[in-house]
């Protein structure tokens, strides 16, 4: 067993530490430190080297996570990001946001003996950055370009992930985006204070750099139908995600100051990057002053409560109908959410909104807990004359998101569903049933998570490759 490592008896787990919380609410910037090189290289010595990693095992991408930690924790780091870059496209993304708890981290076997789990993301993120300081990480160089060309639909993670992979062989790549700016929901959702928007831009401007085009305030359907598409490229990569949010049927639902949890977190992010946003510069969509209720418990919810508080709301609340122990979103986030001052009210259901053209009140029906329903969870129902009211002047929805309807928005009506409104593809290729048009990401799960996007993403680079290869073949043949 290499010297270096199994030291979690004598070494306490321990993170990056967190910026002040007066600190932290008073801008939007990463709450997280970095850690220093003597810090990485202590705690990835904590690594037990386990015969069969579980960590690498519960990571979407399968990170080949111990010998990442050795390498580190030996010093060897320019191998340790080789190796972390060698399976994975955004590292330093996914070391900074994707539910460890849920995943690496939470499977690791020294956490499971109690002595606190190795931190893996942090550690992540920490191999990526020193690799961007050191100047590492150069774009592609393509010797042979090769004839063939891709067409993407969407530059979120899936989308960014799969260009990468298919520039890397040599193909023509060009992504398509209805947005200003490329880097989906890492740009437009994620709030900077979990993800700083520089560490997406260098990562658009590689992929620029690398030969990759970006063609920006493009929406397919609107400015060409996807047929059109399918005649200037070889093979079409969607990955447009999913953006239609999930309503609430009650009464009072068409008063002002109720918004959507996207359009929310899309004014204060264009805020963020210095853009104008007439709704956010005339107070709509600012919570600064105000009483705000959010309604949800995903990892969406807590991005909204946060960037309220970052606002300076006077009082932000999450109404949420399970308890803390059923709450879909990630415990972590929950925490930072809690100690920022947001007030959780748990076991709680909106039944009307209330007020003289906009929002005032919220009346509130009290929720018991039930036997776990098909997600696992533990079912919501309504306590009888349970009412009570919640004084509110603007209140957030966040309660998920569904795809939109491709087929009709691409003017495509033969491109194939699933009843989740999902896009149907064969499981082994990624290919819907339009030939050599493939998915990926959010559009073919549902919300998911980045490092799901990013695995997608890759799966479909290599699936389009095959498809190409096939396709060069029998046209050869036919000339
Ligand atoms: C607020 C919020 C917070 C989140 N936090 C986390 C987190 O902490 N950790 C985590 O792992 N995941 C998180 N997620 C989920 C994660 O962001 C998504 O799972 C991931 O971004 C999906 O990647 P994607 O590439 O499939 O789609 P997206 O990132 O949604 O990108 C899709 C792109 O397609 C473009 N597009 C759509 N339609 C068209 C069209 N017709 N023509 C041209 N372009 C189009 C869009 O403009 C967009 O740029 C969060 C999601 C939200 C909403
Ligand atoms: S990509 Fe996510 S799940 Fe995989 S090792 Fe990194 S932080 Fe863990």
Redesign the pocket.
């Known amino acids: 067993m290499p010297k270096k490592m199994l030291k979690f008896v004598d070494i306490d787990k321990e993170n990056p530490s967190k910026r002040e919380v007066v600190s932290r609410k008073e801008d939007f910037n990463e709450i997280y430190k970095e850690f220093i090189n003597a810090k990485a290289k202590e705690q990835s010595s904590r690594c037990s080297q386990c015969g069969v990693p579980f960590c690498q095992v519960h990571?979407?991408?399968g990170?080949n996570?111990p010998d990442w930690l050795k390498l580190t924790a030996e010093g060897r780091l320019l191998e340790a990001y080789e190796l972390s870059q060698s399976t994975?496209n955004m590292p330093e993304v996914?070391?900074r946001i994707?539910p460890?708890d849920r995943?690496?981290e939470g499977n690791c076997v020294i956490e499971q003996s109690g002595h606190g789990t190795v931190t893996?993301?942090s550690i992540?993120k920490y191999i990526t950055e020193n690799a961007w300081e050191k100047g590492w990480i150069k774009p592609i160089k393509i010797k042979n370009e090769k004839k063939q060309s891709i067409g993407i639909v969407g530059a979120g993670p899936a989308g960014l992930a799969a260009a990468e992979e298919l520039r890397k062989l040599g193909y023509k790549v060009s992504i398509y985006d209805r947005y200003d700016r490329p880097g989906g929901l890492l740009i437009y959702g994620i709030p900077n204070f979990k993800l700083e928007k520089y560490v997406v831009e260098r990562r658009t401007k590689l992929l620029r750099e690398s030969g990759i085009k970006f063609i920006q305030n493009f929406e397919v359907g609107r400015d060409q139908t996807l047929d059109q598409l399918r005649k200037k490229h070889d093979a079409i990569l969607i990955a447009t995600g999913v953006y239609k949010a999930r309503q609430i049927e009650i009464p009072g639902n068409d008063l002002k100051n109720i918004f959507p949890a996207m359009e929310f977190l899309t004014a204060s992010n264009k805020k963020g990057l210095g853009d104008k946003v007439s709704l956010f510069d005339d107070g709509t969509l600012n919570a600064e002053g105000k009483d705000v209720v959010v309604i949800g418990g995903g990892d969406t919810a807590m991005d909204c409560v946060r960037t309220a508080v970052r606002q300076n709301a006077k009082s932000v609340k999450c109404l949420y109908r399970r308890d803390k122990a059923n709450m879909p979103g990630s415990a972590r986030e929950v925490a930072n959410a809690e100690e920022e001052g947001v007030e959780f009210v748990w076991l709680s259901s909106p039944k009307e909104f209330l007020g003289e053209n906009k929002i005032e009140k919220i009346i509130v029906d009290k929720i018991k807990l039930g036997k776990p329903d098909e997600s696992g969870r533990r079912k919501p129902d309504i306590q009888e004359n349970s009412e009570f009211d919640i004084k509110t002047d603007m209140v957030i929805k966040s309660l998920g998101f569904d795809p939109e309807n491709l087929p009709k928005l691409f003017n495509s009506v033969e491109l194939q569903i699933t009843k989740w409104g999902t896009l149907k593809t064969n499981f082994d290729t990624m290919e819907t049933n339009l030939s050599g048009v493939f998915a990926a990401g959010d559009i073919i799960r549902g919300a998911s998570l980045v490092?799901w996007a990013i695995k997608d993403g890759r799966d479909a680079a290599t699936s389009i490759k095959k498809f190409l290869e096939k396709k060069e073949i029998s046209e050869k043949k036919v000339a």
């Open positions: 990571c979407p991408l990170n996570i994975n996914c070391g994707c460890q995943l690496c893996i993301g992540e490092v």
